[in-house]
T-cell receptor, first 112, second 112 residues
Framework: SAVISQKPSRDICQRGTSLTIQCQVDSQVTMMFWYRQQPGQSLTLIATANQGSEATYESGFVIDKFPISRPNLTFSTLTVSNMSPEDSSIYLC?????????FGPGTRLTVT | GENVEQHPSTLSVQEGDSAVIKCTYSDSASNYFPWYKQELGKRPQLIIDIRSNVGEKKDQRIAVTLNKTAKHFSLHITETQPEDSAVYFCAASMNNAGKSTFGDGTTLTVKP
């Protein structure tokens, strides 16, 4: 199974600011995925991050709000831009392997 | 796009009883159906999965069944234990396990 780490684990941010979340995987993976889990809710896919190309965003999510970088096969970042309280959520990165999908520990974001 | 419905939203059973959680999906092209367990404050963990070329899969006390014609799949937990208490999510995807559509989750409580 893949070992995934995320930074920061949690943060409290002010409205209007931006936060960049880092995701590191212990092995090379073709695709990395970013999910959002709002309090008490299910997981929603934000985008798929491919190395060497632009991320693919799901309906309702746009690059200006959630820019993603994928500089190599083990690392990705998700930025939450111009934050509002509605962005308060847990953000999880994820990878797929031959044995299924694995999630990072998540970044708990609170926007005040 | 894919839509996954999950029932029930909450389930309470006595220790030793069985628990069944059901999901339906809308996209007949979906061919991979994982189940995740998420304990409070932790990341989702894959517990079992099934592909569309298989009708049933079992792993100790956990089993999953798939009815492709009816487009529904179920999680069965036998001899439940208090440590089975968690939120369970079903998901569906097409080929790409990392790009999944999740159900809304079922909060399972096992009473000792």
């Amino acid at each position: 199974s893949a070992v995934i780490s995320q930074k920061p684990s949690r943060d409290i941010c002010q409205r209007g600011t931006s936060l960049t979340i880092q995701c590191q995987v212990d092995s090379q993976v073709t695709m990395m995925f970013w999910y959002r889990q709002q309090p008490g809710q299910s997981l929603t896919l934000i985008a798929t991050a491919n190395q060497g190309s632009e991320a693919t965003y799901e309906s309702g999510f746009v690059i200006d709000k959630f820019p993603i970088s994928r500089p190599n096969l083990t690392f990705s970042t998700l930025t939450v831009s111009n934050m509002s309280p509605e962005d308060s959520s847990i953000y999880l990165c994820s990878v797929e392997s031959a044995h299924g999908q694995y999630f990072g520990p998540g970044t708990r974001l609170t926007v005040t | 796009g894919e839509n996954v419905e999950q029932h029930p939203s909450t389930l309470s059973v006595q220790e030793g009883d069985s628990a069944v959680i059901k999901c339906t999906y809308s996209d007949s092209a979906s061919n991979y159906f994982p189940w995740y367990k998420q304990e409070l404050g932790k990341r989702p963990q894959l517990i079992i999965d099934i592909r569309s070329n298989v009708g049933e899969k079992k792993d100790q006390r956990i089993a999953v069944t798939l009815n492709k014609t009816a487009k529904h799949f179920s999680l069965h937990i036998t001899e439940t234990q208090p440590e089975d208490s968690a939120v369970y999510f079903c998901a569906a995807s097409m080929n790409n396990a990392g790009k999944s559509t999740f159900g809304d989750g079922t909060t399972l409580t096992v009473k000792p």
